[in-house]
């Protein structure tokens, strides 16, 4: 069974773009360095938040899809805390079963 993990943030709005791909490339950095594979990696966009934060009305959504140990997350997610340019972020952790055979019926 292989663990895939979906991390979500949100940066600032008032970033410009060459400051989201610095923010985007470091934390995928940081994810490779802890072992973190097959990183995928989509900016989602500027978007209307559905409540203020940080008293910002807007965001930059950035949503990553990755493999990894565990231990990646919470090294990601400090990061994320101690950043100025992170106002949100959420990690959900999702089970890939391996696919089982259909079983064949069976003729009596």
Request: proline letters at 4%.
């Amino acid at each position: 069974m292989q663990t895939v993990y979906e991390t979500m943030y949100i940066l600032r709005p008032d970033m410009g773009e060459e400051q989201v791909e610095g923010a985007i490339a470091k934390y995928e950095n940081l994810l490779r360095d802890q072992g973190a594979e097959n990183i995928e990696i989509s900016n989602r966009g500027k978007r209307r938040l559905a409540y203020e934060i940080q008293r910002h009305r807007d965001g930059i959504y950035i949503q990553m899809n990755y493999t990894g140990p565990g231990s990646a997350i919470a090294i990601l997610e400090r990061a994320m805390r101690l950043s100025e340019e992170v106002i949100r972020y959420l990690t959900i952790k999702q089970e890939i079963k391996e696919q089982q055979p259909t079983p064949e019926a069976v003729t009596a």
